[in-house]
């Protein structure tokens, strides 16, 4: 066995290494935690000894990389699922089945399970709740309340949550959905993403009309075209929403028969029906490469039929192994016995073969490679289905009768024919972020390599941090056979592609996969919308399930090449000496009225007037006092006034209290107030802190805030937040250690220096 990396064991330590509950290790070694995997997922076999030592093998030097939730949860005996992906259950439009769902997505939540909801069902603003003479809200006001509980999950020290919500293309409030996140802290636990109907791509193309309807009656009709303009703009600013082909997705479902999708998992490679799970794993190509660098280099394709053959066994175990938040979901698992076997170092594999990623060699390649491995997979469920059943709802014509079965070689048809089949869907290319940084940091899913070498920031035992260069595995490789040689031409990253070179590889990868994909197609901020625009038909048009890109954008704080025009600091903004008070100081006073409390809470802010080098003056916070007559909030509403006075009078961008105080929810939940969900009173106190702060200048309106780029032209900055955003070229600043070594990828932020990532 290859001895893990650094940076590989710090990420067991962190995410995968199982620890009792006093935080002491149970497993001593990755090799320990590959020992008790094995034994978990062998576990349901007539004979578990005879299996264990064969599981335990496919896992070592990271040739099957079983999916996080696996590798942390299995053989723990905790309370957790060991699913990845979960599409809840159809929503009514009615205030029972509304909460119902809330509470079975917190469920799910609270063990681990990122989820998927399909908004569609729910009647669009303003149509009329009979019985009670008042009108509905619309879907987006209670994916507001979702959002909500998904932090309150968090606020309790469970993973982080992850969201994804679909709303159909001619629902009346898809407008509304398209701009919601354009809004500032808005549904930042979703990701969002539209249904695009066969339908509405034909009207789009032919420049016709569409109807925005619900329950038979038209609301609103558009253009197509101008609907479409409005996504493309949207994503082109915001990275959202995404857009999913759902009548692909249903037309070349195994499944076609018994089920229906609309919905997908957060990270969109699961398509799954109502109360649908999945469960996900991948085969590491880079591992696989006989001969790298030479010549010669090649898969080894007998190597990979046997490890795929073990890894479907291993993880059709998974369902029988797991534990189910709601068991809707463990019925919907044990009669489809879905799993998502994917890939993983791909772009790795193609490099150490001598091939540039995106190019036509390599797309040629990555489909023999890819053939190779659905063959293998469908062909190992068979194996098992010849010895323990085909799933429960196999139906032999009407299976294979499917247009995606239908593409399989003839050989497995008749194999299928005589013996069925285990598993109804075999195969999903998942994000794999985290388990391809602790496999020595290969490629990510199909993913380019994003940076060939980039430095992590670890944190030592004591405290400190050291910086340290991780680099990626194929060009590791590449320098210990070749030495100082240039790197070739084919060794490209994200940054050097083209969006063309990241199609052409999705639709390639598409045709051998039976579920999705989880990809993002990375372009630069000056690629031209009109280009970008054409992306999405090319994605259609080749063939895809979806399409998800990621365009740095100065409107959005992402990826920016600017950087602050420099300025004389000011004395008193140094943040050295707390500001010295006046004797009179101006200010205002807010009244708030929350529901809870029986009386009013008066808001007073106090300001400073600072003189600047130049002779100019500008207004800044300097402190707070909050008043009641209600005696419950005395204690902690002074100690509150006192932390934060004394953070303004530091000086500096004391602007962070505000969103300090806005990501305070309250777990019994929050208030609606003046039509928005404010999820705590300390939420309630920060807006009115960031009014106060936005009426006198020292934070700016929206699109008030400008600078300069390399260029010297100017760019508009829509939140304070995007000011720490702008320093690095090709990483953000992550939310969790505040370096900034965030990435976008396969639809998931990930952090390179401290393990986050947006999706686990």
Same mark, same amino acid.
């Given at each position: 066995?290859?001895?893990?990396?650094?940076?590989?064991?710090?990420?067991?330590?962190?995410?995968? #290494?199982?620890?009792t509950?006093d935080?002491a290790?149970?497993?001593g070694?990755?090799?320990?935690?590959?020992? #008790?995997?094995?034994?978990? $997922?062998?576990?349901?076999? &007539?004979?578990?000894?005879?299996?264990?030592?064969?599981?335990?093998?496919?896992?070592?030097?990271?040739?099957?990389?079983?999916?996080g939730?696996i590798?942390?949860?299995a053989?723990?005996?905790?309370?957790? /699922?060991?699913?990845?992906?979960?599409?809840?259950g159809?929503?009514?439009?009615?205030?029972?089945?509304?909460?119902?769902h809330l509470?079975?997505?917190?469920?799910?939540?609270?063990?681990g399970g990122?989820?998927?909801?399909?908004?569609?069902?729910l009647r669009?603003k303003?149509?009329?709740?009979?019985?009670v003479?008042?009108?509905?809200?619309?879907?987006l006001?209670?994916m507001?309340?979702?959002?909500?509980?998904?932090r309150?999950?968090?606020?309790?020290?469970?993973?982080?949550?992850?969201?994804?919500?679909?709303?159909?293309?001619d629902?009346?409030?898809?407008?509304?959905?398209?701009?919601a996140?354009q809004?500032?802290?808005?549904l930042t636990?979703?990701?969002?993403?539209?249904?695009?109907?066969?339908?509405?791509?034909?009207?789009?193309k032919a420049?016709?009309?569409?109807?925005?309807?619900?329950?038979?009656?038209?609301?609103?009709?558009?253009?197509a075209r101008?609907?479409?303009?409005?996504?493309?703009?949207?994503?082109?600013?915001?990275?959202?929403?995404?857009? =999913?082909?759902?009548?692909?997705i249903?037309a070349?479902?195994?499944?076609?028969?018994c089920?229906n999708i609309a919905? /997908?998992?957060?990270?969109?490679?699961?398509?799954?029906?109502? *109360?649908?799970?999945?469960?996900?794993?991948?085969?590491?190509?880079?591992?696989?490469?006989?001969a790298?660098?030479?010549?010669?280099?090649?898969?080894?394709?007998?190597?990979?039929?046997? $490890?795929?053959s073990t890894a479907?066994?291993?993880?059709?175990?998974v369902?029988?192994?797991?534990k189910?938040?709601?068991?809707?979901?463990r019925r919907?698992?044990?009669?489809?016995?879905?799993?998502?076997l994917g890939?993983t170092g791909?772009?790795?594999?193609?490099?150490?073969?001598?091939?540039? *990623?995106?190019?036509?060699?390599?797309?040629?390649?990555?489909?023999?490679?890819?053939?190779?491995? &659905?063959?293998?997979?469908?062909?190992?469920?068979?194996?098992?289905a010849?010895?323990?059943?085909?799933?429960?709802?196999?139906?032999?014509?009407?299976?294979l009768?499917?247009?995606?079965?239908?593409?399989?070689?003839?050989?497995?048809?008749?194999?299928?024919?005589?013996?069925?089949?285990r598993?109804?869907?075999?195969?999903? =290319?998942?994000?794999?972020?985290?388990?391809?940084?602790?496999?020595?940091?290969?490629s990510?899913?199909?993913?380019?390599?994003?940076?060939?070498?980039?430095?992590?920031?670890?944190?030592?035992?004591d405290?400190s941090?050291r910086?340290?260069?991780?680099?990626?595995?194929?060009?590791?490789?590449f #320098?210990?056979?070749?030495?100082?040689?240039?790197?070739?031409?084919?060794f490209?990253?994200?940054?050097?592609?083209?969006p063309?070179?990241?199609?052409?590889?999705?639709?390639?990868?598409?045709?051998?996969?039976?579920?999705s994909?989880?990809?993002?197609?990375?372009v630069?901020e000056?690629?031209?919308?009109?280009?970008?625009?054409?992306?999405?038909?090319?994605?259609?048009?080749?063939?895809?399930?979806?399409?998800?890109?990621?365009?740095?954008?100065?409107?959005?704080?992402?990826?920016?090449e600017?950087?602050?025009?420099?300025?004389?600091p000011?004395?008193?903004?140094?943040?050295?000496?707390?500001?010295?008070?006046?004797?009179t100081?101006?200010?205002?006073?807010?009244?708030?009225?929350?529901?809870?409390?029986?009386h009013?809470?008066?808001i007073?802010v106090?300001?400073?007037?600072?003189?600047?080098?130049?002779?100019?003056?500008?207004?800044r916070?300097f402190e707070?006092? =909050?008043?009641?007559?209600?005696?419950?909030h005395?204690?902690?509403?002074?100690?509150?006034?006192?932390?934060?006075?004394?953070?303004?009078?530091?000086?500096?961008?004391?602007?962070?209290?505000?969103?300090?105080?806005?990501?305070?929810?309250d777990?019994?939940?929050?208030?609606?107030?003046?039509? #928005?969900?404010?999820?705590?009173?300390?939420?309630a106190?920060g807006d =009115?802190?960031?009014?106060h702060m936005i009426?006198?200048?020292?934070?700016?309106?929206?699109?008030?805030?400008?600078?300069?780029?390399?260029?010297?032209?100017?760019?508009?900055?829509?939140?304070?937040?995007?000011?720490?955003s702008?320093?690095?070229?090709?990483?953000r600043?992550?939310p969790k250690?505040?370096?900034?070594s965030?990435?976008?990828?396969?639809?998931?932020?990930s952090?390179?220096?401290?393990?986050?990532?947006?999706?686990?």
């Amino acid at each position: 066995m290859t001895e893990p990396s650094p940076i590989a064991q710090q990420i067991w330590d962190m995410k995968y #290494r199982f620890k009792t509950p006093d935080g002491a290790p149970g497993d001593g070694a990755v090799a320990d935690t590959w020992t #008790r995997v094995a034994k978990a $997922l062998a576990a349901p076999e &007539r004979d578990p000894a005879l299996w264990t030592p064969r599981f335990e093998h496919a896992l070592v030097d990271f040739r099957f990389l079983p999916a996080g939730r696996i590798l942390a949860g299995a053989g723990t005996g905790r309370t957790v /699922t060991l699913h990845n992906c979960f599409v809840m259950g159809t929503i009514g439009d009615d205030m029972g089945s509304i909460f119902a769902h809330l509470r079975e997505a917190a469920l799910t939540m609270q063990q681990g399970g990122g989820i998927g909801y399909d908004f569609s069902t729910l009647r669009p603003k303003g149509a009329p709740v009979k019985g009670v003479g008042a009108d509905a809200s619309g879907p987006l006001s209670f994916m507001e309340v979702w959002d909500s509980m998904c932090r309150t999950i968090m606020s309790a020290g469970s993973r982080r949550g992850a969201m994804m919500a679909t709303l159909r293309c001619d629902h009346p409030d898809i407008e509304d959905f398209i701009a919601a996140k354009q809004t500032p802290g808005r549904l930042t636990n979703f990701n969002v993403s539209v249904l695009a109907t066969d339908a509405f791509m034909a009207a789009f193309k032919a420049d016709q009309d569409w109807p925005l309807q619900f329950g038979g009656k038209v609301y609103k009709t558009v253009r197509a075209r101008a609907l479409w303009d409005k996504m493309m703009r949207a994503t082109y600013d915001y990275a959202e929403p995404g857009v =999913i082909f759902i009548d692909r997705i249903n037309a070349r479902n195994n499944l076609y028969y018994c089920e229906n999708i609309a919905a /997908t998992n957060p990270c969109g490679e699961q398509p799954l029906p109502p *109360y649908g799970t999945c469960l996900l794993g991948s085969i590491n190509f880079a591992r696989l490469i006989k001969a790298p660098f030479s010549p010669q280099a090649q898969l080894d394709e007998t190597e990979l039929a046997a $490890l795929i053959s073990t890894a479907v066994r291993m993880m059709d175990n998974v369902i029988e192994a797991s534990k189910y938040p709601v068991e809707e979901q463990r019925r919907e698992a044990e009669q489809k016995r879905r799993i998502g076997l994917g890939v993983t170092g791909l772009a790795d594999a193609l490099i150490m073969c001598g091939l540039r *990623y995106g190019s036509p060699e390599a797309v040629a390649q990555t489909r023999r490679w890819m053939a190779a491995f &659905r063959d293998a997979a469908y062909g190992a469920s068979v194996d098992l289905a010849a010895e323990k059943g085909p799933f429960p709802l196999f139906d032999r014509d009407k299976y294979l009768a499917g247009e995606t079965i239908r593409a399989l070689p003839e050989t497995l048809h008749k194999r299928i024919a005589a013996h069925g089949i285990r598993n109804a869907l075999i195969t999903s =290319i998942a994000p794999t972020g985290t388990i391809s940084l602790f496999a020595d940091n290969i490629s990510s899913g199909l993913e380019p390599v994003f940076s060939f070498a980039y430095t992590r920031h670890v944190t030592m035992r004591d405290g400190s941090k050291r910086a340290e260069e991780v680099s990626d595995y194929a060009y590791r490789m590449f #320098r210990d056979i070749k030495g100082d040689a240039p790197l070739p031409d084919y060794f490209v990253d994200a940054q050097s592609l083209m969006p063309g070179d990241h199609l052409v590889m999705q639709a390639a990868v598409q045709d051998y996969v039976d579920s999705s994909i989880s990809k993002t197609i990375n372009v630069p901020e000056s690629f031209p919308f009109a280009a970008f625009n054409d992306v999405y038909m090319q994605a259609y048009d080749m063939g895809c399930k979806g399409c998800t890109t990621y365009r740095p954008s100065a409107v959005r704080g992402a990826v920016l090449e600017i950087k602050k025009e420099k300025q004389a600091p000011l004395p008193s903004d140094a943040g050295e000496e707390p500001l010295a008070r006046p004797e009179t100081l101006p200010g205002l006073t807010y009244k708030l009225r929350w529901p809870e409390s029986d009386h009013a809470i008066y808001i007073t802010v106090n300001d400073v007037i600072v003189e600047e080098s130049h002779g100019r003056t500008h207004r800044r916070p300097f402190e707070v006092f =909050i008043n009641s007559k209600n005696m419950e909030h005395y204690a902690w509403t002074v100690a509150l006034t006192r932390m934060i006075s004394a953070v303004f009078r530091r000086g500096g961008d004391v602007s962070f209290v505000v969103e300090e105080l806005k990501a305070v929810f309250d777990p019994r939940g929050g208030q609606w107030m003046n039509g #928005r969900y404010v999820p705590s009173l300390l939420a309630a106190i920060g807006d =009115i802190i960031e009014q106060h702060m936005i009426e006198i200048g020292f934070m700016p309106r929206v699109a008030d805030t400008r600078m300069k780029n390399d260029d010297g032209k100017v760019v508009v900055l829509k939140d304070a937040a995007q000011k720490d955003s702008a320093r690095d070229k090709r990483f953000r600043a992550c939310p969790k250690c505040g370096t900034h070594s965030l990435l976008r990828q396969e639809g998931c932020d990930s952090c390179t220096s401290c393990g986050y990532s947006k999706c686990s």
